[in-house]
């Protein structure tokens, strides 16, 4: 079953007394809002626009007005206005058109029972469609032709498409999606998935009733009644669906496929109750409406055939055998229907659709080929780089050892000292002792002040003052009584270096030869180790350690444990 959505028309009396004198959108809220079955009022909020349009000789207004016109009216008259809805925008530029005019026309075939030529419009509805690349446009043609496979029996198909277009296409509006949703849920009915269609429902239920959408709330409603007569709760079934008929067919306010299928519910309920009068009341009921609509759907075979048993057991033979003409007649419709829509859809659609998917998927294949190999090669790529870094590494770490192992072995050698003690009487001379260097000292600073600050400098170095924290040039300076500057002349001629450098391979020094020989100090953690040594924190300890050495401290300390487990 497919159920159409409108909502009801909320406008003054004044505004209605006096349409053209609103605008286009205004006309057009009204008319969309408007029951199914005021025909009179949308006719006239119709007419009204149209004129107006035509008065102000707006083309893009005069199409919308032949499209409202189009609505209300029988077949011959309804195809009219679609035929001059075509002619005017025949030079249209907009991407709606021509797809808009089959579209419609397939959904005027479609409400009228004519498949055949519903299927023919909405092929080619979405052939321009596809032309054009509207994306709303080749979602109405793919949902209309849902119903039509829902139609056919292939509800997993149909749900299969309602369900992406409900819950995946963001150009849906609020209307269509609850309109998408409880098509949904009467898919989900038949396929047996009864927990997602009584959740659709409720949620439909619920909506309507937070917006005051008194049709939508019905329809959901007599949904709820399909639901509880799948699930052979009878007597729920019918309370809900009595409800359904009283609103659907007071004052025109139901579509003939909302009170049709209200009845068939209805009887099919009271027949799971074994109420066989009742039954053949609604089912009897059917029938009439059929004479005077000609509205034929595929349930009619079961109203028929129970009509055809019931009187069958009775006796009747005059009414059996007119039901069972009128069952053939309705068979004959509905055969032919089938069969041509089963016989076009694969043959028309689906196929057209395989191969669309088959050329996407070998598109996406291909791109996937590629970028396969872009990847592979980046990968092989990266292989080789860590490969070559991994060598290089090894190399490295290699040298590292090396550079560690002759450190250690130093120190088991020598323990040695930084700077050595002089012999007694000795000068002490520049580790640069170059002309310049020379020259430099002897202007700047006297000789008896550089054996001064040497000698402070060696009691300084043996104390291990060095490893106190804090230490600038400065304070160590105002320690041994000199200043900055000449400090930082001795320190650069004497010692070959800056003060920071100099006070960095002290310390270092200092780690090497006792990291090697106290087993104790090299079990702390190294941040408590670079604290000791007067760093501020880890980082400027092992960076100092790698810059002095030439080895990480990580492998200095484990060639150490390496060599004293041998």
Not at 3 to 26: G, H, I, L, S
Not at 104 to 109: D, I, P, S, V
Not at 199 to 215: C, F, N, P, R, T
Not at 410 to 430: D, L
Request: net charge positive.
């Amino acid at each position: 079953m497919i159920w159409n959505v409108f909502f009801q028309a909320q406008t003054n009396n004044t505004e209605k007394n006096n349409p053209e004198k609103r605008t286009y959108k205004e006309l057009e809220d009204e008319f969309y809002k408007a029951l199914p079955g005021d025909t009179n009022n949308s006719k006239s909020i119709a007419s009204s626009y149209l004129k107006k349009a035509k008065s102000e000789n707006n083309t893009t207004q005069i199409a919308e007005g032949y499209v409202m016109l189009h609505f209300d009216e029988d077949l011959p008259n309804a195809l009219k206005y679609l035929d001059s809805l075509q002619h005017i925008t025949q030079n249209s530029k907009e991407n709606t058109y021509p797809a808009r005019i089959y579209l419609l026309r397939g959904n005027l075939y479609f409400r009228n029972d004519n498949l055949q030529s519903a299927l023919n419009n909405y092929i080619l509805g979405l052939k321009y469609a596809k032309e054009k690349g509207n994306k709303r446009q080749i979602a109405m043609a793919h949902i209309s032709i849902a119903y039509l496979n829902n139609y056919i029996g292939k509800h997993e198909e149909t749900a299969k498409v309602l369900r992406h277009y409900a819950y995946d296409a963001d150009y849906m509006n609020e209307t269509e999606i609850n309109s998408l949703k409880l098509n949904l849920a009467d898919a989900y009915i038949e396929i047996n998935k009864m927990d997602s269609a009584y959740a659709l429902i409720q949620e439909g239920l619920q909506g309507s009733k937070k917006s005051k959408d008194v049709y939508r709330y019905y329809q959901n409603l007599g949904l709820l009644g399909y639901y509880h007569l799948h699930s052979k709760n009878y007597q729920k079934a019918i309370d809900g669906l009595l409800e359904c008929e009283k609103y659907f067919f007071t004052n025109n306010s139901g579509s003939k496929r909302n009170q049709h299928y209200t009845l068939l519910y209805l009887g099919k309920s009271y027949a799971g109750l074994q109420e066989k009068e009742k039954s053949v009341d609604f089912f009897r009921k059917i029938d009439s409406m059929v004479l005077k609509t000609n509205y034929i759907y595929p349930e009619l075979r079961d109203v028929y055939t129970y009509l055809i048993d019931y009187y069958k057991e009775n006796g009747d033979k005059e009414k059996q055998l007119y039901y069972v003409d009128r069952f053939l007649k309705v068979d004959q419709v509905l055969d032919t229907q089938f069969r041509y829509i089963s016989r076009e859809l694969p043959r028309r659609y689906d196929t057209p659709e395989l191969q669309q998917e088959k050329e996407d998927i070998t598109n996406e294949l291909t791109k996937r080929k590629s970028l396969f190999y872009i990847v592979l090669s980046l990968l092989l790529i990266s292989h080789l780089l860590f490969i070559n870094v991994y060598f290089k590494y090894k190399k490295s770490e290699k040298n590292y050892k090396k550079i560690a192992q002759d450190l250690i072995q130093s120190v088991n050698e020598k323990r040695v000292v930084k700077n050595k003690e002089p012999e007694a009487g000795q000068e002490i001379h520049p580790v640069e002792n170059t002309e310049n260097s020379e020259d430099k000292t002897s202007r700047t600073v006297s000789e008896d002040i550089a054996q001064t600050i040497l000698k402070e400098l060696e009691i300084f170095e043996s104390k291990d003052q060095f490893l106190n924290k804090g230490i600038t040039l400065g304070s160590l300076a105002k320690k041994i009584k000199t200043n900055s500057k000449y400090l930082s002349e001795i320190i650069n001629t004497y010692k070959g270096k800056n003060f920071a450098t100099y006070l960095n391979d002290l310390r270092i020094d200092y780690a090497i030869s006792r990291l090697a020989t106290d087993r104790k100090f090299r079990s702390y953690k190294i941040p408590f180790i670079a604290e000791e040594l007067g760093y501020n924190n880890e980082q400027a300890f092992t960076l100092a350690f790698k810059k002095r050495t030439g080895t990480p401290l990580s492998i200095y300390l484990k060639e150490i444990e390496n060599m004293s487990s041998n």
